[in-house]
C-alpha cells in the first residue's frame, strides 16, 4: 500500500503562484525527497507545503492528504 500526498493552494495563495500543473498533483510519500540532494542550494524558500489533516479520494479509492502551499 502506498501513501500520498496531493498538493493544493492555500485559499490565500496569490493567483498564479501555484503553477497549474502542480494543482491537484498526487505524489508518492516513498518517492518524495526528504532532503535537499548535496550540492543544491539550502537557502529558504518562498513557499511551503504543509499537512492540512484533510484528504482527497481518487476514483481508484487511493487516499491522500492534502498538502496547502502557502508563502
Known amino acids: 500500500m502506498s501513501n500520498y500526498i496531493v498538493v493544493r ?3 490565500d495563495l496569490p493567483e498564479g503562484f ?3 500543473e502542480l494543482n491537484g ?3 508518492d510519500v516513498d518517492d ?3 532532503i535537499p540532494p548535496l550540492g543544491t542550494n539550502n537557502k529558504v524558500s518562498e513557499a511551503v507545503a504543509v ?3 484533510k484528504f482527497e ?3 481508484d479509492g487511493a487516499v ?3 498538502y496547502e502551499v502557502r508563502v
Open 9 to 11: 493552494p492555500a485559499p
Open 32 to 34: 518524495v525527497p526528504r
Open 25 to 27: 498533483k498526487w505524489f
Open 51 to 53: 499537512p492540512t489533516g
Open 64 to 66: 491522500a492528504e492534502i
Open 18 to 20: 501555484l503553477p497549474k
Open 57 to 59: 479520494v481518487r476514483e
